[in-house]
């Protein structure tokens, strides 16, 4: 993400528009401050900032929820910030024709640094009501995942057992040097936090249509895990290569051999990438999926990262809940569950340590800590499964 000194202040570049402290210009408030922006919502009129706070933050820690109290009551006021119109509106008017608008405005949540950083807008009608959301790429790495989540929610959307649980494509075209998704907004009840079986049956519709068997250690999860170990080796600390070593070798016996149906996963399935609309579970954001992924690699997730950030409740979910989901993808597979979530977190983790060499000290550090320790745990102790 780019950013430019607006009066001693770095404020994002949004793509062309230029922030400045005073007008003329659209006015906008930045939250929780212009050294810190992660949220740029209209002021313009008082609802469409209300629409902004509701529809592009749903916090899932408790530090969170407290403030988008705070910001939503109007405690925490932000600081007023004026967006250059001419290329703001042009920007507005290509959304506008795309979903057949005659006018439109845009909230802005800038998001936090990562590699793979990108600006999400949530398209609004003047009444405050959303549109659709727009995902803003500028960087070569944001570009790519943008075009990466076009890509599966076109796939996606052939699949007669997913409609309607995940985003439509409405449009993507070239902007200012880089690339605007725009897709459905989808419902806007937030998803639950715990799994059930919403959950269940959302994983099983994606993974069943997709499913192909293949040998483990000849199939394309396994060649993209030894490459990127590979490519990430030299610049790994101590002691990372020893536990990613071992980790290999052990799913290289235990897993290697093994004739496994792999599929599509979301790969970031997580309570704030989930909606709850009229057909069940609603899941936004797939820039990260990946086909070829093994069984309840999801559902792994879905817990494992929430224990990550939050340190909320058991890393698991239930053996049980496991069980019941794995007959469904794979009858054969009981025997094989440690060994499934010991590839989920080698995985996993490899995403994290990618990030952190690409840019040190950016983005999630507590969590790739988080990943490795249950990495060193399964090795010393076994699974906990």
Not at 40 to 60: C, D, K, M, N, W
Not at 331 to 358: F, K, N
Request: with cysteine; glycine share 8%.
């Amino acid at each position: 993400m780019r950013t430019r000194p607006v009066g001693g202040l770095s404020v994002p570049v949004l793509l062309g528009i230029r922030l400045e402290l005073e007008g003329p210009g659209r006015a906008y408030t930045a939250y929780p401050n212009l050294r810190e922006v992660r949220w740029l919502f209209p002021t313009e009129r008082p609802v469409l900032r209300q629409a902004g706070i509701r529809g592009l933050y749903q916090p899932s820690s408790l530090k969170g929820r407290m403030l988008k109290k705070l910001v939503d009551t109007g405690v925490l006021r932000g600081e007023s910030v004026w967006l250059e119109v001419s290329t703001l509106a042009r920007l507005e008017s290509t959304m506008a024709r795309a979903l057949g608008e005659v006018e439109i405005r845009l909230a802005f949540y800038v998001g936090v640094p990562a590699p793979q950083q990108k600006i999400t807008a949530q398209v609004l009608s003047l009444s405050g009501k959303t549109l659709a959301y727009a995902k803003i790429a500028t960087s070569p790495l944001a570009q790519a995942a943008v075009e990466a989540e076009r890509r599966t929610l076109l796939r996606l959307s052939e699949s007669e057992p997913v409609r309607g649980k995940v985003p439509e494509v409405l449009a993507y075209f070239s902007w200012q040097g880089g690339k605007v998704l725009l897709i459905t907004s989808g419902p806007g009840e937030a998803g639950p936090k715990k799994l059930s079986n919403v959950h269940s049956s959302f994983c099983e519709s994606i993974f069943l249509p997709f499913a192909e068997e293949s040998v483990f250690s000849e199939s394309p999860m396994w060649a993209r895990m030894t490459k990127t170990l590979l490519r990430l080796k030299a610049d790994l600390p101590d002691p990372l290569p020893v536990y990613y070593d071992r980790a290999f070798q052990q799913l290289s016996s235990e897993l290697g051999p093994v004739l496994i149906p792999l599929s599509l996963a979301h790969c970031d399935f997580a309570p704030w990438n989930t909606r709850l609309g009229p057909e069940g579970l609603f899941v936004v954001d797939w820039e990260r999926a990946e086909q070829w992924v093994i069984p309840l690699y999801d559902v792994f997730h879905f817990r494992a990262i929430q224990a990550a950030l939050f340190k909320r409740g058991r890393h698991l979910p239930d053996r049980q809940f496991l069980g019941h989901l794995l007959r469904r993808l794979w009858p054969e597979g009981h025997r094989h569950l440690p060994w499934l979530y010991l590839a989920y977190l080698v995985d996993m983790s490899l995403v994290y340590s990618e990030a952190q060499i690409i840019a040190p000290g950016v983005g999630e550090q507590r969590v790739w800590r988080w990943f490795i320790e249950q990495i060193e745990a399964f090795l010393k102790e076994g699974s906990p499964l």
